[in-house]
T-cell receptor, first 110, second 115 residues
């Protein structure tokens, strides 16, 4: 079983739509959680960390549910520039390993 | 500018010809790591290092070696490359200092093709 699982998509949505991604992780001892964004053939870049109480950054909202071991990312008012692959990343108890989901591809259409 | 620099960015080589991919970071990070990314498999950790002279295997270390003689550098060595090592490779670093988010900073990637 994979450490981190994501729906690969693609999610094809019109501009202005609200879209949500979910991610599940298998290790209940995981300590840190992140969403990264990766554009085609480029390096991943941190979109936002995910905190236990949930957190928001502009149009982006991240939530963590430790009991069910899943993380979510909500994007409101989608822009064309949001088109990318979104990676769910989980850090283990000892910090030494980061586990990546295989990514969810988002296509925002005009 | 804070950055992680990898070289080469693109390389085509032949089976068995030793190669090294360099990685350097200027953020004084303790933690450095190598990943490979393949379609449908996501990023998989090859090796990581918690500090100078401290390295350990990740999930897919076979066929790779690393060294951490200096804090800023973490080269990836393929002693005898094989076609199944054709992939996109990323180096990343992170601070282990308390209070930081644990954000991973990535290099721009090295696309390796082994014929």
């Amino acid at each position: 079983r994979k450490e981190v699982e994501q729906d690969p998509g693609p999610f094809n949505v019109p501009e202005g739509a609200t879209v949500a991604f979910n991610c599940t992780y298998s290790n209940s001892a995981s300590q840190s959680f992140f969403w990264y964004r990766q554009d085609c053939r480029k390096e991943p870049k941190l979109l936002m960390s995910v905190y236990s109480s949930g957190n928001e950054d502009g149009r982006f909202t991240a939530q963590l549910n430790r009991a069910s071991q899943y993380i979510s990312l909500l994007i409101r008012d989608s822009k064309l520039s949001d088109s990318a692959t979104y990676l769910c990343v989980v850090n283990g108890y000892n910090f030494n390993k980061f586990y990546f989901g295989s990514g969810t591809k988002l296509n925002v259409k005009p | 500018e804070a950055q992680v620099t990898q070289n080469p960015r693109y390389l085509i080589t032949v089976t068995g010809k030793k190669l090294t991919v360099t990685c350097s970071q200027n953020m004084n990070h303790e933690y450095m790591s190598w990943y490979r990314q393949d379609p449908g498999l996501g990023l998989r950790q090859i090796y990581y290092s918690m500090n100078v002279e401290v390295t350990d295997k990740g999930d897919v270390p076979e066929g790779y070696k690393v060294s951490r003689k200096e804090k800023r550098n973490f080269p990836l060595i393929l002693e005898s490359p094989s076609p199944n090592q054709t992939s996109l490779y990323f180096c990343a670093s992170s601070s282990l200092t308390g209070g930081d988010t644990g954000e991973l900073f990535f290099g721009e990637g090295s696309r390796l093709t082994v014929l």
